[in-house]
């Protein structure tokens, strides 16, 4: 009786899930005129886009233009839309072209600090953008200072390539043929990219015991 009512409610969820309009259907919908897929899409993508603009620029009220400043392109070509390729893949285009036009702007090694708390709840940190530090021993709690300043050096000195192939598939949580597609670059060479940075992380951080940038498998997840 169980089982049953397991495989039904897994039936049901599919089944919902399978209804929901792709991203690019919405986008379509919204060329049309409909202001409710945009709102749909805007639900969807808003926080990673947010969280990828953070890690890029180090500054709440930035990436939250930046964010913006997205969207608003989003409904600028709107019109010329076309579905050739996937729309996160069209959206983090766009995200990460702003981000470079605005590295290109910014003081050059401006560093603000990884402890400084983001968004209006102020629980969140930058820092946490990275990794999840709940798992650091107790006693290693006076070092975290160190410790956000060996993140920023590490993540300062690593290959732009690497760092960006980091950032696109941590923080913006995209599959590796969106970053390959996005990046003009073979899907082979994203994933080693990938592999790399995560193995920089590792070394740097290697006597922080029971911590980790990328799940098990995580070179491999979402191929």
């Known amino acids: 009786m169980v089982a049953a009512l397991l495989v039904a409610l897994l039936f049901a969820a599919a089944a919902a899930l399978a209804s929901e309009p792709s991203d690019e259907e919405l986008m379509l919908r919204y060329q049309e005129g409909n202001e409710g897929a945009f709102n749909k899409l805007f639900a969807r993508h808003q926080g990673s886009v947010l969280r990828f603009m953070l890690r890029s620029t180090r500054s709440a009220a930035k990436s939250e233009e930046l964010t913006q400043e997205v969207f608003f392109r989003v409904v600028r ?111 082979d060479t994203i994933k080693a990219r990938f592999r790399y940075a995560c193995r920089r992380l590792r070394e740097t951080f290697g006597d922080y015991a029971g911590f980790s940038f990328d799940a098990p498998g995580a070179g491999e997840r979402g191929a």
Not at 77 to 84: L, T
Not at 161 to 176: D, G, I, M, P, W
Request: contains cysteine.
């Open 77 to 187: 070509m709107a019109p010329n839309y076309e579905p050739r390729a996937k729309f996160r893949t069209w959206l983090f285009t766009m995200a990460r072209n702003l981000c470079i036009d605005e590295s290109r702007r910014a003081e050059k090694g401006r560093v603000d600090s990884l402890d400084e708390p983001i968004g209006d709840s102020g629980n969140l940190r930058r820092i946490d953008l990275f990794a999840d530090t709940s798992q650091l021993p107790a006693d290693q709690g006076p070092v975290r200072a160190e410790f956000n300043a060996r993140l920023a050096t590490a993540l300062a000195e690593m290959p732009a390539e690497q760092r960006e192939v980091f950032e696109l598939r941590v923080v913006a949580e995209l599959r590796f043929p969106e970053i390959a597609s996005i990046l003009s670059a073979n899907e």
